[in-house]
């Protein structure tokens, strides 16, 4: 089972720069989460979906855009890089919203910017 | 809106030790409570939740945790560690509603040959 598969898993841009974050799920689940981690910041939520066509703004939004066209897909835009985006950004995906519902995660995507 | 803090952002113990890593959460409303578990360079595992009942929840790997709501409070413990045990572990927690996880900061754990 592959569970939650991002891509690329490492990416090197300089700044200025515009690349999007692929994740992808196979287990039917309804929603989508990113996340970027940075040392001793834990988890910080940007942007998550609640079901195919919908998105909503996390905690640190700003300078990322999202998409969710298709239920199983969940697109993260930097349409122009800079330097403090660097960090590793998860994805995650869950059955449902509701309380309780476990999020499982994908192995990461390193960025960097230069 | 509810937070978690983490107590400890470093833990280093000798192996076959036990360990707790704290947690507390912000709100003493109902809530569901997680720890997750990530090695290195890999995404996060799920390690144990506690939704009801049981204010002692038995996970994976040996790890267990309690629920403690006057204290708002869900430490995570393991009687005796392994080297394996090296990671970092994060605890989360989510409302009734259909609000995302939050996180913690993160606990790091150090186990020592």
């Known amino acids: 089972n592959a569970g939650v598969t991002q891509t690329p898993k490492f990416r090197v841009l300089k700044t200025g720069q515009s690349m999007t974050l692929l994740c992808a799920q196979d287990?039917?689940?309804?929603?989508m989460y990113w996340y970027r981690q940075d040392p001793g910041m834990g988890l910080r939520l940007i942007h998550y979906?609640?079901?195919?066509?919908?998105?909503a703004k996390g905690e640190v939004p700003d300078g990322y855009n999202v998409s969710r066209l298709k239920k199983q897909n969940f697109l993260l835009g930097l349409e122009s890089a800079a330097p403090s985006q660097t960090s590793v950004y998860f994805c995650?995906?869950?059955?449902?919203?509701?309380?309780?519902?476990?999020?499982?995660f994908g192995d990461g995507t390193r960025l960097s910017i230069l | 809106a509810q937070s978690v803090t983490q107590l400890d952002s470093q833990v280093p113990v000798f192996e076959e030790a036990p360990v707790e890593l704290r947690c507390n959460y912000s709100?003493?409303?109902?809530?569901?409570l997680f720890w997750y578990v990530q090695y290195p360079n890999q995404g996060l595992q799920l390690l144990l939740k506690?939704?009801?009942?049981?204010?002692l929840v038995k996970g994976i790997n040996g790890f267990e945790a309690e629920f403690n709501k006057s204290q708002t409070s869900f430490h995570l413990r393991k009687p005796s560690v392994h080297i394996s045990d090296t990671a970092e572990y994060f605890c989360?927690?989510?409302?009734?509603?259909?609000?995302?996880?939050?996180f913690g900061k993160g606990t790091r754990l150090s186990v020592i040959a």
């Open positions: 989360a927690v989510s409302d009734l509603g259909n609000t995302p996880l939050v």
């Open positions: 506690y939704l009801s009942g049981s204010t």
């Open positions: 709100s003493s409303v109902s809530v569901y």
């Open positions: 287990m039917n689940h309804e929603y």
């Open positions: 979906s609640v079901g195919e066509g919908t998105t």
């Open positions: 995650a995906s869950s059955y449902s919203g509701q309380g309780g519902q476990p999020q499982h």
